[in-house]
């Protein structure tokens, strides 16, 4: 199984996945023009994953956040919460500590799903 690695761009965000640890991490500005295209290659390595790992851990710590985004971001939890165990899941939403947008939105992924989520105000 091979890590996945998508370079950041002004409108998207740095992506590591290391298939060793589970871990998925995605940091920046996410505002792709097309997010649907974006997200393809994280959903079938999330998919893959789940063949070789049963934990999964999700950290977000994105500046901007596209409406079309957000319903990929949601729909990239449930996936790994249909493949996951939730109690072999986490989710950590770091938001900057006067960010209340990114704040929110987190805390409203939070509702939404059934993993554990960290809510994690950080100093920039």
Known sequence: ???????????????????ETGNLTLSGNL???????????????????????????????????SSSSVIQILKTMQLI????????????WKYEIDDED???LGEEFNKLTKSPMDLIAVDV
């Open 1 to 19: 199984m091979e890590n996945l690695t998508i370079e950041s761009t002004k409108s998207t965000p740095k992506v590591i996945g290391n298939a």
């Open 31 to 65: 505002f792709p023009e097309n997010s649907i295209l974006f997200f393809k290659p994280i959903y079938t390595w999330i998919s893959d994953l789940s063949k070789h790992s049963n934990v999964f851990n999700l950290e977000f710590e994105l500046n901007y956040i």
């Open 81 to 92: 919460e249909e493949l996951y165990s939730t109690d072999k899941t986490q989710f950590i």
């Open 102 to 104: 990114i704040q929110k």
